[in-house]
């Protein structure tokens, strides 16, 4: 009580100077003072209660309308105080819930997280940065002894905390049919019926499956409405879009998935990406797709890894970029 | 950017038109639109003529509407999408299932 009460005399002498010499520097204090009561959580009735005592004191002879009108005001400002109350109690709970969103955020982190093969005949790049502090897109590389390496890129549809969760039911299923060396139109197959089963109406995810086989440079693949990737053909120069059909996962239980076989020649480039790459705005304008394998096309003397990052920096740099969706992109490159 | 939903009924045929962009901010109001509609209309109609963006927050909205056209025996056809809009529908093999008027408006 000792500091209110000194807050008070303070307060008292402040006014008493600024009724006698209208000088800014009182205002000033007052701004600071109630700063200050902010900081020590004093509701605005208070701040007027101090008021109400202040003026008693300096003019002992107050006629009593003015008192009784300072009353009336003190009793209006009685909401107002409970609303700041609920403020500080809304305040402190968002900070509660940030460091826990930050926990899962974590959290996802380490179970979504997927190791960068590295395999001699193969250069592999790949980049995934959230447009908010959950990732709702989702790669995975499995890498066997057999030279096959599966890699997924998926997008579940709506971003945050739902669409993380949904990623982690995915990387759950996968997990469990990881032993058997499976086809992508198996893989898929298998997921739409899981997000069908357990998925609520409205959410989706779209997801592209590929296995690159290390031995005869081979590249099977399928797709459940996922964002088209490109096939880059050295010998040509020539970026060619691998446009697969296939319902996104989710929709339909019956569904059946159809798988492609490309042959991988030397040099040649797979690029994978979600929306997000293809959904960058630059302003009101939307970045099109010969955009982004130009820049592709720029860095291609450096190492996938290099190339990735390379596109995103690019994008980054552009004036008034936002990015309004997750953003992934995975390079792989047969060098040998 | 904001998305004006306008509902008419012409002739038995219930006609939705939007107008704006349909994304994570402007779904929701759609699905209390539209979702409904399937459930005590015969046929929904939805007009795309005015809208330029769409994100995948939108394809979910029909989705879910077409669920539910198949759980009341409604039915929903989509009309007059711009190319933008309709390469959504067609990457995610929605072109296949869903009723889309096939004469695409032109692009932006």
Redesign the interface.
Known sequence: MSTLKLDLENYKELLQEYIKTRDEQALYQAEQFSKHSMQQNISPEEIINVHIQSLQEIYPDMPEYIQSSMNFLLETMISYGLAYQEFQTLREKQLELKSEISVAANMQKTLLSTVKPHIDDIDVGALSVPAKQMNGDYHHFVHDEKGGLGIAVA?V???GVPAALCMSMIKYSMDSFAELRTDPSVILGSLNRVVERNVD????I?MFYGLYNSIEHTFTYAS?????GYYYHKDRDEFEEIDV????LG??PEITYTQYEKKVEKGDMIILLT?GVT?CRQGER?IEQEEVLHVIKQYSHLPAQGIVDQVYKHFERLQDFQL??DFTLIILRRNV | MNLTIDVTNIDGVTNVVLAGEVDAFTAPKLKETILPLTREEEVVQVDFSDVNYMDSTGLGVFISALKSTKEHNSSMRLVHMQDRVYRLFKITGLTEIMNIDSTVQGGM
Request: proline content about 8%; aromatic content about 8%; charged content about 30%.
């Open positions: 997008d549809i709506g971003k109406a409205s959410m989706f779209t459940a409405g996922h964002e088209p059909p296939g319902l996104v929709v339909s929306d959904e939307f309004r969706d």
